[in-house]
């Protein structure tokens, strides 16, 4: 038994697993939403877990009524890398930037191969670019950082190199990427 599981009741567990394995519709989602922000006799944590649960189901099976309530599933991640961009921003210069100097969506979320996917690439003149990106592969994983280096050309070997990190560890992708930043910006 993991220490989460000690910190919550026998009841909200048994509603967390009605909430991941009963086929609700919306309205019942919402309602359980409701009633779960408004019930003063749950703990901090096993709120938050009941809502994770709730927002998981909803935005599997009902996107527009989980965007409604929750917003964009792209949200937090627009949020966190335009705060990162700001940063970048400031402490290198961007003017030559051949991909656009702005956090951009995913192709793959566009497609729907991914649920979360939000990036910054900077590509110079000589076709070396870089990449900062959020990525959250469906609803029920965590998101994390990725961190991409390339060069670009036909006398080169094209390798991407990539490394992951878990959001808690932001500032050592915000190391590494600005690493990748003094390779690539000459």
């Known amino acids: 038994m993991s220490e989460i599981d000690n910190q919550v009741s026998k009841k909200v567990s048994q509603v967390i697993n009605l909430i991941e394995t009963k086929d609700y519709s919306s309205r019942e989602l919402i309602t359980y939403f409701n009633n779960i922000m408004n019930y003063p006799s749950i703990s901090d944590l096993e709120r938050e877990l009941l809502v994770k649960s709730v927002e998981i189901k909803l935005r599997t099976k009902f996107p527009n009524a989980a965007t409604k309530i929750f917003g964009g599933k792209g949200a937090k991640a627009q949020e966190i890398l335009e705060g990162i961009y700001k940063e970048l921003e400031d402490e290198f210069d961007w003017s030559n930037n051949r ?18 996917c939000w990036y910054i690439s900077y590509k110079n003149d000589k076709g070396i670019n870089t990449g900062f990106h959020y990525v959250q592969k469906t609803p029920n994983d965590d998101p994390f950082f990725e961190i991409d280096f390339r060069i670009l050309g036909k006398d080169e070997n094209n390798e991407l190199e990539k490394k992951r990190f878990p959001i808690e560890q932001m500032e050592d992708a915000i190391s590494l990427y600005k690493e990748n930043l003094r390779k690539v910006i000459l």
Do not use: D, L, Q
């Open 99 to 116: 991909v656009g100097s702005r956090v951009k969506v995913c192709g793959s979320m566009i497609n729907g191969t991914v649920f979360v």
